[in-house]
């Protein structure tokens, strides 16, 4: 990633876009790479370290809930569209994205279920989610704020999805839910 992305004190951050830098590209190209132009919604897009790495496979739009962030993924990439919404209530209309992308975000929803029928409803049907691992490490939440990985696919089945892939990064989980 580029130094632009980590100014400041980059030691002391304790986010996803931290822990998975190295991953993040990987996690796109396992997402997008497949897909012909796609049109790739970030949910939970912080500064926009993911919506950049969705960029060369298709258009991208990122959306978040902390105004601070949007503003500053903004500045940062100002050629993606970046919108102010929360996980559960998405402001699109169905079927508008080829994949939808929810960055670290399930787990503090209000309610999970159904911010993954909203992924569902606005995406055709494929779904990722990047998570922390449950287990106890010195990064990261603590163990009770992290996701089992058979919660995840109880959470996908009651939001309909058919297919749960779970796939272990070094310090990430990413879920791809499909149908």
């Known amino acids: 990633m ?3 992305r980590f100014q400041g004190p980059f030691g002391r951050l304790r986010s996803p876009e931290r822990l998975a830098r190295l991953e993040v590209g990987w996690v ?3 997402l997008a790479g497949d897909l012909t132009r796609p049109r790739v ?3 939970g897009t912080g500064t926009g370290v993911f919506a950049e790495a969705f960029q060369p496979y298709g258009e991208v739009v990122g959306a978040d809930v902390n105004a601070a962030m949007l503003e500053a ?3 940062l990439l100002p050629e993606i569209t970046f919108v102010q919404a929360e996980a559960e209530r998405l402001p699109f209309p169905d079927h508008s994205f080829d994949l939808v ?3 670290h975000v ?5 309610d999970p279920v159904q911010a ?4 569902r409803r606005v995406g055709r049907g494929r779904v990722g989610v990047l998570e922390w691992p449950f287990r106890e490490e010195p990064q990261g939440p603590p163990l009770a704020h992290r996701l089992r990985p058979e919660t995840v696919r ?3 089945a009651e939001a309909g999805f058919s297919a749960v892939r779970e796939e272990p990064l070094t310090s990430m989980v990413l879920y791809v839910l499909e149908g």
């Open 2 to 4: 580029t130094e632009r």
């Open 28 to 30: 796109a190209e396992r």
């Open 41 to 43: 919604l970030d949910v």
């Open 73 to 75: 993924a903004r500045e």
């Open 101 to 103: 992308f929810l960055g």
């Open 106 to 110: 399930l787990h503090e929803a209000t």
């Open 116 to 119: 993954l029928r909203e992924s």
């Open 154 to 156: 109880t959470l996908a």
